[in-house]
């Protein structure tokens, strides 16, 4: 133990010393910031209370060990069991405050009710209003408030766990939308190996609409998918091994039968030609040669400017750089003629388009693999679809075999990417209006 006198001289200097060094730091605050000159205070002064502390429980044990032993009872009771009963008091109020009941009605409280959220919906959203998106909306946007107002004790928390939150927001929306019927969870794909868990809400009406939950599901079977999605997933693993150029050529072969067997009356000779050129491109799918863009042959391009008024002068800079020419224009024109009004939604522009978007959104995500892969299997699915709903048959998946190529992983490394895509394929012999 030391004297009272030295303790006194050496507990004087030090806090003199800690201020100093405080007043220095205060006076750079625009540099350390007012949080660290905080935490360098209370580190410089524990230990002067340490001192001046253990000096006088030294005089205290010296003149009455009962006393010191009292308040060395008292301060273990305070430092050891404060905490204690802190936390055990603390996480009593958050499971009863973030219970999933209570956080349920908080999450539909800060949403509002669900008329005056719908009548905004349908205010900013029009012609929405019978699809069930406004329900969609309303459901998502509670579950963000609780995942938002729970933070890490959402997110750490198990899908047991989540699961308690969930119904309990759906229990109450059961209750504020009265045309729901029920609701059930379904594993969807997310990418070709990847599934979430989401939920499927039914109505009166008889439509279902799915409620994005984005809980990553590790481990999936067919049956536990949605229709759609198994056929993605078998579509997947049987184009697995083929390079992406391989697909979009089949995609070809499915846009040449729709049009062969809905108009054929017309020559789609000129669509055919700039659809397989490019397939011959050495580099990238993007890079066209001038005047044998595909954007050419898509209806909407052509159609819906030509329906608003603009003709080839106008059409030509705005639209395809000054690239086409006007006999191209003419003819690619009379093609569509009476068929398109230029309609996104029109079937035949959704498949006569299908390249130009996937081509597009390749290029945009860098030729990324795992997007490619999941982008391509899309469109083919997309393109099938539309041949079946129109009866007519697809193609013979074996034309396409020769396009392939050793799949190892389902995550390739760069060094594979030309392997992958398979770029500069002359395969005009697959062509039905070119191989006459």
């Known amino acids: 133990m030391v004297s009272w006198g030295w303790t006194i001289i050496i507990s004087l200097v030090w806090i003199v010393l800690v201020y100093l ?7 750079r605050k625009n540099k350390y910031g007012l949080g660290v000159i905080f935490i360098f205070y209370m580190v410089m002064i524990i230990p002067v209370i340490i001192f001046v502390f253990t000096n006088i429980m030294c005089w205290v044990n010296r003149e009455n060990k009962t006393v010191y032993w ?98 309990a927001i759906m229990a109450i929306n059961r209750k504020e939308i009265p045309q729901i019927t029920g609701w059930e969870y379904q594993t969807v794909l997310v990418g070709i190996s990847k599934a979430e868990t989401d939920i499927l809400v039914s109505f009166r009406d008889g439509k279902s609409i799915p409620v994005h ?21 078998a579509l997947a693993e049987q184009f697995r091994n083929i ?18 067997a809905m108009y054929p009356d017309r020559d789609w000779t000129p669509v055919a030609i700039r659809m397989w050129n490019r397939t011959k491109e050495q580099g990238r799918w993007s890079e066209g040669t001038p005047g044998d863009l595909y954007r050419e042959i898509v209806p909407e391009r052509i159609m819906r400017f030509y329906k608003h008024g603009y003709g080839y002068e106008k059409l030509n800079p705005m ?20 068929i398109s009004k230029g309609d996104p939604n029109e079937e035949i522009n959704r498949i006569v388009g299908l390249p130009e978007k996937l081509i597009y959104m390749v290029n945009l995500r860098q030729y990324s693999f795992s997007f490619s892969d999941q982008m391509t299997v899309e469109s083919i699915l997309k393109a099938e679809e539309i041949l079946k709903n129109n009866g007519i048959e697809p193609p013979d998946y074996s034309s ?14 760069d060094k594979d990417r030309e392997l992958f895509f398979g770029f500069g394929v002359n395969a005009d012999e697959l062509s039905i209006l070119l191989d006459k």
């Open 319 to 338: 639209v395809f750089g000054e690239k086409l020419s006007q006999e191209d224009y003419t003819l690619i024109r009379g093609l569509y003629e009476g």
């Open 213 to 233: 939950l984005h809980l990553p599901k590790k481990s999936f079977t067919q049956e536990e998918l949605m229709e759609g999605d198994r056929k993605k997933l």
């Open 400 to 413: 396409v075999e020769r396009f392939s190529y050793e799949r190892t992983s389902d995550e390739m490394p």
């Open 21 to 27: 060094v405080f007043l220095f730091l205060l006076s």
């Open 243 to 260: 390079t992406m150029t391989g697909r979009l050529i089949y995609i070809f072969m499915c846009i040449e039968r729709y049009l062969i």
């Open 70 to 167: 009292v308040i060395m009872g008292i301060l273990s009771g305070v430092f050891i069991g404060g905490p204690i009963l802190y936390f055990a008091g603390r996480c009593l109020f958050l499971l009863i405050m973030y219970s999933p009941k209570h956080m349920a009605a908080y999450a539909r409280k800060k949403a509002g009710s669900f008329h005056y959220y719908h009548k905004r919906w349908t205010t900013i959203h029009r012609g929405y209003a019978d699809t069930h998106e406004a329900e969609q909306a309303y459901i998502e946007e509670q579950l963000r408030i609780t995942e938002k107002k729970l933070g890490n004790m959402y997110r750490l928390r198990s899908r047991r766990g989540k699961d308690r939150f969930i119904r």
